[in-house]
C-alpha cells in the first residue's frame, strides 16, 4: 500500500526557518518525482515544488522560488522541503504528493501537515 | 504561468441530481486535466485524469470531457459521498496549477 506521511509541522515566528519530512513506504520511490503541494486554513490547493526522480530536475512555483528548498533521499525513501524566512501567508497545511508518471497528474497524496507562521 | 478558473464556485444540489463543474484553462493545455475530490480535513483524491480517463476505483457516474482550454466535470446521479470540493488541475507544463475549487453543497 502506498503511504506517505508528512511531519515536520508546526508554530513558527514570522523570519523563520522549518524542514518538512515526507516519509515514503509501499512503491518504489527512486521511481517517482515528487511534489509538495499546501493549502491555506479554508483556501483552494497551492502547487509549490516539484522534483525529479533522480533530483535532476527541480522547479518551483514564484511564490516560494528563493525562500524553500526541495531536496530528497532517495537511501531514505524520503522527500524535503526546507522553507525559511517564513511568512504569515505561508500558514497552511503541506502536503506531498507523488506524481503518477510522465505525463500523469499527481496520484497519492499524504494527510497533510499544518505550519502556522505567527509571533 | 497557467491560470485555471473554475465555475461555478458553489453549487448546490440535491441527491440523485446530475451536476457538471466548469474549468477553463488561460492557455491551451490539451488534455492535460485532472479532477480532484477533497472532504475537509483529508487529502485530495484523484476522480480524472488526461482530462476523460476514470482513475482505478472511481465510480462510473463521475465523467470528464473536453481539451485545450475548456473542461467539464460531471456526476450524472448524486450520492451523499459526493457533497465535497472539486479541483482541477493543469499539469501540460513543468509547473501544475490548480483551479480555485467548487464546493458541492447539499442543496
Known amino acids: 500500500e502506498v503511504q506517505l506521511v508528512e511531519s515536520g509541522g508546526g508554530l513558527v515566528k514570522p523570519g523563520g526557518s522549518l524542514r518538512l519530512s515526507c516519509a515514503a513506504s509501499?512503491?518504489?520511490?527512486?521511481?517517482?518525482?515528487m511534489n509538495w503541494v499546501r493549502q491555506a486554513p479554508g483556501k483552494g490547493l497551492e502547487w509549490l515544488s516539484s522534483?525529479?526522480?533522480?533530483?535532476?530536475?527541480?522547479y518551483y512555483a514564484d511564490s516560494v522560488k528563493g525562500r524553500f528548498t526541495i531536496s530528497r533521499d532517495n537511501a531514505k525513501n524520503s522527500l524535503y522541503l526546507q522553507m525559511n524566512s517564513l511568512r504569515a501567508e505561508d500558514t497552511a497545511v503541506y502536503y506531498c504528493?507523488?506524481?503518477?508518471?510522465?505525463?500523469?497528474?499527481?496520484?497519492?497524496w499524504g494527510q497533510g501537515t499544518l505550519v502556522t507562521v505567527s509571533s | 504561468d497557467i491560470q485555471m478558473t473554475q465555475s461555478p464556485s458553489t453549487l448546490s444540489a440535491s441527491v440523485g441530481d446530475r451536476v457538471t463543474i466548469t474549468c477553463r484553462a488561460s492557455?491551451?493545455?490539451?488534455?492535460?486535466l485532472a479532477w480532484y475530490q477533497q472532504k475537509p480535513g483529508k487529502a485530495p483524491k484523484l476522480l480524472i485524469y488526461?482530462?476523460?480517463t476514470l482513475e482505478s476505483g472511481v465510480p462510473s457516474r463521475f465523467s470528464g470531457s473536453g481539451s485545450g482550454t475548456e473542461f467539464t466535470l460531471a456526476i450524472s446521479s448524486l450520492q451523499p459521498d459526493d457533497f465535497a470540493t472539486y479541483y482541477c488541475?493543469?499539469?501540460?507544463?513543468?509547473?501544475?496549477?490548480f483551479g480555485q475549487g467548487t464546493n458541492l453543497e447539499i442543496k
Open positions: 488541475q493543469q499539469y501540460n507544463s513543468s509547473s501544475c496549477s
Open positions: 492557455q491551451s493545455i490539451s488534455s492535460w
Open positions: 488526461k482530462a476523460s
Open positions: 509501499g512503491f518504489t520511490f527512486t521511481a517517482y518525482s
Open positions: 522534483i525529479t526522480s533522480s533530483s535532476s530536475y527541480i
Open positions: 504528493a507523488r506524481l503518477a508518471g510522465y505525463s500523469l497528474p499527481l496520484d497519492y
